[in-house]
């Protein structure tokens, strides 16, 4: 059974019955997003109309970011309003939800949180778009549902569905992706006999330097200091390429007695190149370009069931996690293998359990669950990062719904406990703040009451207040090393105190046959603010980062609006401004997506002269001017004699079109996209390359799907 982060402010909806094919909303190229107009939402205490849930929740099926050639999770979600992506070329994508990234923003497969070591700015998702069935994307506090690290919001990765009448169905991928010549090639397939049935994908993707507008550049040189704000590389960026090989394997019994269940096994393995800033390698920068190789493998079993017994539905849910990466010391590219500097692995292994039932005391219905999570993590390199040791989170908790007519109420409670121990037996060099570390134990409770009333079947508002929290991880508490990927070394505080959260927000949402549109203000107070701050001393000529603490907020508004003119035209806006200060001196928060906005139309004519599912696409995109915060990462190349952390703004173009004719009595989907259809030179502010090399340029993918059914 699938069970999405249906939630809005912390207000969970454990389930979300599976929608039909639908694009998503103010994609690139794309046409609009499956909103709830188009999804049953069947799993709330009480299901009924999208208007009348409380969730501000986005869905994006798996079929909408392969037609956009999403190569990672960021670039298939940063369509959405509210949510951005942190890039590092095709290989990494990190979403970002209203400011909140990283260990802000809660990764789920099929309701369970997993884990990336999501520490450092450029680690990725350990996931493959094209081997998800949709993904669900919650926006604001979720921590009721899913406690710690849901500060920002929750996206749940929906697994393969496995159709047990079919005997064989699924799709061959191919695409090109030209900025950095990559061939993905990949496959699905299920099948079953009634009773039981599979479902399994593989993918493999390959990936190249990416390429960037040929700008002059003036370092090493001279002329550097008279033009500090030119890239240090532009053209081909070496140390940009990876390679990735992802698969799948799901099978599941559906049975009226014994109820239904779904084993899984998944596997991410990946390895890859980042490019270098000068000097952080090992060569003196007339050298030229120098890179990093990064190793990761990710494996993952998941037992999942659905049974009903005495009223209430009973969804166990069980989970192991193995999760290593390797990354080398600067100046060492991946093609020299692993050379033993950073070495993390860990196990997690979690168990939820989770009840549905319907009305009972006056109420409409709820959810109850408990859940228990164990992370052993062990640190192998020569150099300390994330060190070794052990991290437990147990919970109870419960929510409740109820009707009175047009408005409709939620309330949920939580209690965590939640402990941190770093080992010294476990990390291979440790640190005296390790060596001499204590167990950190923190209590918390969170809730939240929220409510949505329908003034007419069309309009509906929506309100929430949610409490959130996240506990230290081990590497704020007791990081001690050079940080390769941010060109930095950093520094743990052991004494840090938990984040907790007030989170608000008011949704007008209006949703008829031709039109959908939705406006949300909200704001995020944030107590204990965790945050990297420069030392203003340098070493091994890198700069030194501290953690500390600060009580912050975010807040922000974002809307978005679709339209169907015409049987043959549609059209879609979608914006968001966003800040984040810390409350004590109004230094802006890192990481703050630049405001933003983007208008776009799709052209579909049909009819007998129009080969199949004819469709055409446009978007213009525009990003404001954005100053880089104290802190940030790569800060320091304000002040560098090249680039720059600071962005102005810039505009681009977007086109697409697709059609799907048969080909030997089998449809064929060809969708191509071109992305910066100008080659314009800019630099997006949540490009980690953004310091030292501008962004991608002019990139024309072609995807091709071949679906079959035996």
Known sequence: MLLPSVSLAANPAP??????????????????????????????????????????????????????????????????????SIGTGNVAGKPVIRGLSGE?????????????????????????????????VVRGASSVLYGSSALGGAINLMPLDIDYDARAKGELLGRYDSNNREWDTGLKATGGNGHFGYAAGLIRRDGGDIRTPDEATYFPGPDAAAHPDAPAYTGRLKYTDFNQINGTVAVGMQDKTLGDWRLAYSRWNDEHNYLLPPPAGIKPPPAGQEGVGQFIDDRQVQLTGHKKLAG????????????????????????????????LQFDQYTARLTGQHGAVLGLSGGTIGV?????????????????????????????????????????????????????????????????????????????????????????????????????????????AGQHGGVAAFQRGNPDLDPETSLDTSLSLRWESDRISAELTGYRNAIDDYIYLQSTGTMRNGLPV?????????????????????????????????????????????????????????????????????????????????????????????????????????????????????????????LDLR??????????DFLDTYKGYALSPGRDIRLTTTIPFDI
Do not use: C
Not at 62 to 84: E, F, I, K, R, Y
Not at 116 to 135: A, I
Not at 321 to 343: C, E, K, M, T, V
Not at 567 to 586: A, Q
């Open 545 to 669: 980062f501290d953690h500390d603490q600060a009580d912050a907020e975010l807040y922000g508004a974002e809307g978005r609006i679709q339209a169907q003119l015409t049987d043959w035209v549609s059209m879609h806006v979608k914006g968001e401004v966003v800040r984040g200060r810390r409350r004590d001196n109004h230094d802006d928060l890192p990481l703050i997506p630049a405001d933003n906005v983007g208008i776009g139309a799709r052209f579909t004519p049909h009819g007998p002269s129009w080969p199949r599912k004819t469709y055409a696409s446009i978007d213009l995109t525009y990003h404001d001017s954005h100053d880089a915060a104290p802190g940030e990462p790569f800060s320091q190349f304000d002040t560098a004699p090249f680039g720059r952390a600071s962005t102005s703004g810039y505009g681009l173009v977007d086109v697409g079109a697709g059609v799907a004719p048969k080909i030997g009595g089998h449809e064929v989907q």
């Open 15 to 84: 389930a979300a019955a599976p929608a039909p094919a639908a694009p998503s909303a103010g994609s690139a190229a794309s046409a609009p997003t499956s909103r709830l107009d188009t999804v049953s939402v069947t799993g709330v205490p009480i299901p009924g109309s999208p208007l009348s849930q409380a969730a501000e929740v986005d869905v994006v099926n798996s079929s909408t970011m392969s037609a956009d050639g999403a190569a990672n999770l960021g670039q298939g979600l940063s369509h959405l309003p509210g949510v951005d």
């Open 674 to 683: 071109v992305h910066n259809l100008f080659d314009k030179p800019y630099r």
């Open 371 to 479: 859940e228990y999570v164990n992370k052993q993590q062990v640190s192998r390199g020569r150099t300390q990062l994330s060190p070794g040791g052990e991290v437990n989170n147990a919970a109870v908790f419960a929510f409740e719904e109820k009707d009175l007519g047009k408005l409709t109420l939620q309330a949920g409670l939580r209690y965590d406990y939640h402990d941190v121990e770093a080992l010294s037996g476990k990390t291979a060099n440790p640190s005296t703040s390790v060596r001499d570390a204590d167990k950190q134990s923190y209590n918390v409770v969170t809730g939240s009451i929220g409510g949505v009333y329908a003034f007419t079947d069309h309009l509906s508002l929506a309100a929430n207040v949610g409490r959130g929290f996240r506990a230290p991880t081990l590497f704020e508490l007791y990081v």
């Open 312 to 343: 209430i539905d009973w969804k166990p849910n069980l989970m192991w996690q193995n999760n290593r990466r390797r990354s080398n010391a600067g100046g060492y590219p991946r093609h020299l293998g692993f050379d033993g500097d950073i070495d």
């Open 104 to 136: 802000r923003v809660k990764i789920l497969s099929n309701d369970i949180g997993v884990s990336s070591q999501s520490f450092g700015v450029r680690h990725m998702p350990v996931t493959d778009p094209f081997l998800l069935d949709r993904v669900e």
